[in-house]
């Protein structure tokens, strides 16, 4: 499943980062690596951003950087 699909509430473990560009990259290096607690705290309207909870702190991800993690269940 991937970051992007959850609804609000719906979380799970990091399986993977996919794609090589400088985003991907900075997630990375921010904490969402295989294996790591993320659960989606709010979305908003119309295709914009989301709230995310990685571990101990809150990021808000595009959808399309949301789309390059997959999580499981």
Do not use: K, W
């Not at 989301?50 to 789309?67: G, N």
Request: glycine share 16%; net charge negative.
């Amino acid at each position: 499943m991937r970051l992007s699909d959850c609804e609000p509430g719906q979380g799970g473990r990091v399986v993977q980062v996919s794609g090589n560009g400088p985003a991907s990259q900075r997630l990375m290096e921010m904490g969402m690596i295989e294996g790591a607690e993320v659960e989606v705290i709010r979305v908003a309207p119309f295709g914009g951003p989301m709230q995310v909870r990685l571990d101990d702190y809150r990021i808000s991800l595009r959808r399309t950087e949301a789309e390059g993690v997959e999580i499981a269940g």
